[in-house]
């Protein structure tokens, strides 16, 4: 069984109700719960007793961070040469054309453009990094 750890949100503390029914009274005019009657807040107040919140149970995150869609998008703008490495080593130096959810397209010199599926990339980095790493001096641009 696979069990996740997942934080509490400001706005889920926020939304809970208190505990104590003297908290209750003084915290507001109408009780959470309506015994027997119907009527417009009775059906709000069921809805929200069977979200996940009310449940004390916590909300999934979500999958996607956008993360790897700003790193994208931000080396196509500055159309920055990268190496991209593959997972049987081979290595495919080029500039990123576009992506999509399962591949990316580079543009090579002096080769044809390749169109390369994300499950064969073992990593990526700029080309500007592949000697030295960082670098303290030399031909640094921006």
Do not use: C
């Amino acid at each position: 069984m696979n069990r996740k750890l997942i934080r509490t949100t400001l706005a889920e503390v926020k939304g809970r109700e208190p505990h104590h029914p003297k908290d209750r009274a003084e915290g507001g005019p109408r009780p959470a719960h309506r015994p027997g009657g119907a009527g417009p807040s009775q059906s709000r107040d069921s809805a929200s007793a069977s979200s996940a919140a009310a449940l004390g149970r916590k909300k999934i995150p979500q999958s996607e961070t956008n993360a790897e869609i700003f790193y994208y998008k931000k080396q196509m703008d500055a159309h920055t040469l990268m190496v991209i490495v593959l997972t049987d080593g081979e290595e495919v130096e080029g500039t990123i054309e576009w992506y999509d959810r399962s591949a990316l397209k580079i543009n090579r010199r002096g080769a044809p453009n390749i169109m390369l599926l994300k499950h064969n990339i073992k990593y990526m980095f700029k080309a500007e990094d592949r000697d030295g790493g960082g670098g303290g001096g030399g031909e640094s641009g921006d």
